[in-house]
């Protein structure tokens, strides 16, 4: 059996006019993978907490200091030396210049944008493309308020910076659901960062041109495989459905409710803490549902999560 190696690596984020970029450092001559570029960090020592082993390693490896850091996926991968668990946090704010002191060089790539260096460590591949998703989900609501109204309002958001939406609704007619779905897409469009995925329905999903598909935790558990979309999300409630959904290689999962909400005003939610363990070993980003309002995003991501789902406060 090949040896386990704990590893705490850091994703350090910074707002360049709008966009947002993350770095990558290469791995310097002498070491495993020399050449390769990667998220800098290290090994956790004895008596190390992740966190604690993070901040020593970003001092020693970029000579700054770690002032904020989320934690964020969990990913274990095998190379040929050892297996390397590694816990993944998103450093928002640190002080001090950055410098390549124990790496060949770095780059700052921003988020969307192929890494313009080459080869990445085969373990980070799928961290960037977990970085391209938005931090706030819309679900949208249109039995409630009336589909005018709720494409209305989804046309101001897009228009505010939402880029993710998922087409609820279940309890619409299927023609309604369908011009709904329609709408979406179609303002959207407007938008090519956009992602909108229809919860639950392959078929609609394709008729509309959305690009992905949304399962319940019902459809989660029955499906067989991925579905042949770009991107699947998934609803989840428990530890079983988020192995699930990591199995079937999905992009997302939603989890909660996380607080009362007020379609189940006297369900007390599972808590912060149940949240934070039930996603602190998970390789896939989770959006916390239930009772989320927008200024609720750093409390959501200080206990791990990507972002927040929103079915009422996403205006």
């Known amino acids: 059996m090949s040896t386990v190696i704990e590893v705490a690596a850091a994703i350090l984020l910074?707002?360049?006019?709008?966009?947002?970029?993350?770095?990558?450092?290469?791995?310097?001559?002498?070491?495993?993978y020399a050449g390769?570029?990667?998220?800098?960090?290290?090994?956790?020592?004895?008596?190390?907490?992740?966190?604690?082993?993070?901040?020593?390693?970003?001092?020693?490896?970029?000579?700054?200091?770690?002032?904020?850091?989320?934690p964020w996926l969990s990913c274990a991968f095998t190379y040929p030396h050892a297996t390397v668990r590694l816990k993944f946090f998103r450093v928002a704010s640190w002080h001090g210049e950055v410098e390549p002191i124990e790496h060949s060089g770095?780059?700052?790539?921003?988020?969307?944008?192929?890494?313009?260096v080459t080869p990445v460590l085969p373990a980070n591949?799928?961290?960037?493309r977990a970085l391209e998703l938005p931090s706030r989900c819309a679900l949208t609501n249109a039995a409630e308020i009336g589909i005018d109204a709720e494409l209305a309002?989804?046309?101001?958001?897009?228009?505010?910076?939402?880029?993710?939406?998922?087409?609820?609704?279940?309890?619409?007619?299927p023609a309604a659901r369908l011009r709904l779905a329609s709408g979406v897409m179609r303002l959207a469009r407007g938008y090519g960062d956009a992602l909108v995925l229809v919860n639950d329905d392959e078929e609609l999903a394709r008729?509309?041109?959305?690009?992905?598909?949304?399962?319940?935790?019902?459809?989660?558990?029955?499906a067989a495989r991925r579905p042949a979309f770009d991107r699947v999300a998934a609803s989840c409630h428990n530890a079983g459905e988020l192995a699930r959904a990591a199995a079937l290689g999905l992009d997302f999962a939603l989890l909660g409710p996380v607080l009362p909400t007020a379609s189940h005003a006297?369900?007390?939610?599972?808590?912060?803490?149940?949240?934070?363990?039930?996603?602190?070993?998970?390789?896939?980003?989770?959006?916390?549902?239930g009772g989320m309002r927008?200024?609720?995003?750093?409390?959501?991501?200080?206990?791990?999560?990507?972002?927040?789902?929103?079915?009422r406060g996403w205006r």
């Open 106 to 116: 770095f780059a700052w790539v921003k988020i969307g944008d192929t890494a313009p």
């Open 153 to 173: 309002k989804l046309a101001k958001a897009l228009a505010g910076g939402l880029r993710l939406i998922q087409v609820r609704d279940k309890t619409l007619a």
């Open 294 to 311: 927008p200024e609720m995003l750093e409390t959501a991501m200080e206990n791990g999560a990507h972002g927040l789902a929103l079915m």
């Open 36 to 70: 390769y570029w990667e998220f800098p960090g290290g090994k956790v020592e004895a008596g190390e907490t992740l966190r604690q082993a993070l901040v020593r390693e970003i001092q020693e490896e970029l000579g700054v200091t770690v002032d904020r850091a989320w």
């Open 125 to 128: 591949g799928p961290i960037l």
């Open 266 to 289: 006297h369900a007390s939610g599972i808590g912060w803490g149940e949240f934070a363990r039930l996603i602190s070993q998970s390789p896939l980003p989770v959006f916390a549902l």
């Open 207 to 222: 008729s509309v041109g959305a690009h992905g598909l949304h399962l319940s935790s019902g459809g989660l558990m029955q």
């Open 14 to 32: 910074r707002d360049v006019g709008g966009s947002v970029e993350y770095l990558l450092a290469q791995r310097p001559e002498g070491k495993v």
